[in-house]
Nanobody, 122 residues
């Protein structure tokens, strides 16, 4: 089991930057791989980025590649999403999620945080 809590969302102007944080806890947390998803009203949920705790394997959605960076601090059990050059289309609720223990970044994500709102104004 793993518990996830997101923070760092807010309002930012187009072209600005924001960093989201995800605090992970649970006795098997080190065996889970982590991801960030987002969902805007009327749109399907989209996987934005994912990483294992060592950072040896990462994934980025084409829509954010080159602008967003995912990183993980295993000592603090924190996962970050650094977002730069934000655009209005990035407006969404952003969720931290994890796979089951021992599963890869490309497996299903079974554990979810409550989400944090990111709003980008034009």
């Amino acid at each position: 089991q793993v518990q996830l809590v997101e923070s760092g969302g807010g309002l930012v102007q187009a072209g600005g930057s924001l960093r989201l944080s995800c605090a992970a806890s649970g006795r098997t947390v080190s065996r889970h791989t982590m991801g960030w998803f987002r969902q805007a009203p009327g749109k399907e949920r989209e996987r934005v980025a994912a990483t294992n705790w060592s950072g040896t394997t990462t994934y980025y959605a084409p829509s954010v590649k080159g602008r967003f960076t995912i990183s993980a601090d295993s000592a603090k059990s924190l996962v970050y999403l650094q977002m730069t050059n934000l655009q209005p289309d990035d407006t969404a609720v952003y969720y931290c999620a994890s796979t089951r223990a021992g599963h890869s970044l490309f497996s299903t994500y079974d554990y979810w945080g409550q989400g944090t709102q990111v709003t980008v104004s034009s």
